[in-house]
């Protein structure tokens, strides 16, 4: 089993939708979790970072965490063309390397 | 632009060749993480180091790579008799270690032909 599981679709949705992107993570230790946007051939671009349960909004973009379930969340509102993209989640203990899902490629359809 | 830089952004090399990019950090972080990210896979850690101190290299690293962060500031990865395995995305990113937050850079895209 990875440490860190993610669908990597591909996931198609209308402009304007909700979407909602997620992973499972099996360490316990993992308490950072963040979000990546990766545009095709792009490097990652840091969306949403959080540590340890409960939510964070930003703009369009909430990001929850539930360590007890070990499930990350990333929602985004008014879902607009220039969303789509890859989104890899990312997790570490403090410090340490991180430890990715394989990411979900979004398409928004306009 | 102060963010994270790779040189180059591609590189096309035959079988066997040794090739070396270079990793410039954001100027104030002193920890610096390299990563390799192959086509549908998230990144993959190969090595970091805090100021000039390598202190963790993955198994994915073989005999055949070498990173190196001489005075605390740019890296540089090494690969050298590349095999057509190695083609992938090769990713830097930087923190400080205060702050957990990694930042990338725009990565080098290895070809081995």
């Known amino acids: 089993q990875k440490e860190v599981e993610q669908d990597p679709g591909p996931l198609s949705v209308p402009e304007g939708a909700i979407v909602s992107l997620n992973c499972t993570y099996s360490n316990s230790a993992f308490q950072y979790f963040m979000w990546y946007r990766q545009y095709s051939r792009k490097g990652p671009e840091l969306l949403m970072y959080t540590y340890s349960s409960g939510n964070k909004e930003d703009g369009r973009f909430t990001a929850q965490v539930d360590k007890s379930s070990k499930y990350i969340s990333l929602f985004i509102r008014d879902s607009q063309p220039s969303d789509s993209a890859t989104y890899l989640c990312a997790t570490h203990s403090g410090n340490t390397p991180l430890v990715f899902g394989k990411g979900t490629r979004l398409s928004v359809i306009a | 632009d102060t963010g994270v830089s790779q040189d180059p952004r591609h590189k096309i090399t035959k079988r066997g060749q040794n090739v070396t990019f270079r990793c410039d950090p954001i100027?104030?972080?002193?920890?610096l993480y390299w990563y390799r990210q192959t086509l549908g896979q998230g990144p993959e850690f190969l090595t970091y180091f805090q100021n000039e101190a390598q202190l963790e290299k993955s198994r994915l690293l073989s005999d055949r790579f070498s990173a190196e962060r001489p005075k605390g500031s740019f890296s540089t990865l090494e690969i050298q008799r590349t095999e057509q395995g190695d083609s992938a995305m090769y990713l830097c990113?930087?923190?400080?270690?205060?702050?957990?937050?990694?930042?990338f850079g725009p990565g080098t895209r290895l070809t081995v032909t």
């Open positions: 990113a930087s923190s400080t270690d205060r702050a957990y937050e990694q930042y």
């Open positions: 100027s104030e972080h002193n920890r």
